[in-house]
């Protein structure tokens, strides 16, 4: 088995000529990492945990033992197999850590490479299993809960659509309403003239206009998730810039306290579905506005979009905290989130991916921490009618 397919070996001996002995003997085999003091191997195990599958130390070392060692490090690494080289007069130490489960194998000096040797690969292989016990046991876990979460959304796609269909229908009844109170109105302003009440009543039928297509969007998200969860496949084109127009109406009362926002790009059309893009927009541009938060200066979210021979590039900027490179490969993760508890899902941008890969697309994320992201989407141009 190549070494870097095991966890490593870390080794600890404050004699300089034993660590290169140890190195020598199964270098070739194993990935190996070598200390010389106990708080050095503590400091690596911090940095290095996850990696580390067994730890060998020697007994007898200035200022720690090596049982007290790996029972510190057992706090760090607790699947980490703990292993000790003692000599003949620290025996009866050494025994007792192995009765309380603070060591699992132990050899005496002069240890036997072969002995050690099949130790090792024992303790690696049984480290790897484990691990990929753990990550078969994490993948069930997060497919039983998106299992969950698909029939909660399929009850919730239900349940829209009785008050979507309520609200459509009182909206254009209170339409209709409206006429017959404007004409009446209009005879009476005309001679008691009365600049609030003209105001009122010409803002009224846009007023009206936003409710039916906030109806018409809900309408259409309960579809969609209704079809998602079933499978089925709703992919139409989109004009982009109505979608991002609607987006951004939607996602107001997120921005409107926290940021300035600007959209700027050419009519096109893309291959993917305009409730759809509205999704992953609405998530996006939420997102930038949450992430002005603690920033300290005025926010601003940038949504372009630019066409290409194929394909359109959108992309949705901010100025706020940023995420962190170690994180940016977690954030389309599901169920991954950097938000408090009860803010985030740890859906959002992971159902984002889907539907844009789903459709052809691409997602790439860019980020720098305290100076703010961009997310580039690529999506496929619609074809000609």
């Not at 290169?20 to 945990?49: D, H, M, W, Y």
């Not at 297509?213 to 989109?238: K, N, P, W």
């Amino acid at each position: 088995m190549n070494p870097s397919d095991l966890p490593a070996v870390l080794y600890v001996d404050d004699d300089a000529l034993n660590l290169r002995v140890f190195e020598a003997n199964f270098g070739q085999k194993f990935r190996i990492f070598r200390c010389s003091t106990p708080a050095e191997a503590l400091t690596l195990l911090e940095q290095k945990r996850n990696e580390i599958g067994v730890i060998l130390s020697d007994q007898r070392m200035p200022g720690m033992t090596g049982v007290e060692l790996l029972e510190r490090a057992r706090t760090l690494a607790p699947d980490a197999k703990r292993m000790l080289v003692t000599a003949y007069s620290d025996m009866q130490a050494v025994i007792d850590a192995v009765n309380r489960g603070q060591v699992s194998r132990y050899f005496v000096k002069p240890w036997d490479r072969a002995e050690v040797l099949a130790a090792l690969e024992d303790g690696l292989r049984i480290a790897r299993l484990e691990l990929r016990i753990r990550e078969v046991e994490g993948r069930m876990m997060k497919a039983e809960r998106l299992a969950t979460l698909g029939q909660v959304t399929t009850g919730i796609a239900h349940e829209l659509m009785g008050p979507v269909g309520y609200l459509s229908q009182n909206v254009a009844s209170l339409r209709r309403d409206l006429e017959c109170v404007v004409q009446y109105a209009s005879k009476h302003l005309a001679s008691d003239p009365s600049p609030e009440v003209a105001s009122v009543l010409e803002d009224l039928p846009s007023l009206l206009t936003d409710l039916a297509s906030g109806a018409d969007h809900l309408r259409g998200v309960a579809l969609g998730l209704r079809a998602q969860a079933r499978g089925e496949d709703m992919e139409t084109s989109a004009d982009v810039a109505e979608v991002v127009s609607f987006a951004v109406k939607l996602a107001r009362a997120e921005v409107r306290d926290r940021a300035r926002i600007t959209t700027m790009g050419e009519p096109v059309k893309v291959s993917f579905g305009p409730v759809k893009l509205c999704q992953v927009l609405l998530n996006l541009i939420v997102n930038a506005a949450q992430a002005m938060e603690g920033t300290g200066r005025p926010g601003r979210i940038e949504v372009r979009w630019s066409s290409r021979e194929q394909d359109v590039v959108l992309s949705v900027t901010d100025n706020g905290c940023g995420i962190a490179q170690e994180l940016q490969e977690k954030v389309f993760q599901p169920l991954f989130t950097t938000k408090p508890v009860g803010i985030g899902t740890g859906l959002g941008l992971s159902i984002c991916k889907e539907l844009v890969v789903q459709s052809g697309g691409a997602v790439r994320l860019s980020s720098t921490q305290g100076s703010g992201t961009e997310v580039e989407l690529t999506l496929r141009r619609a074809p000609p009618p």
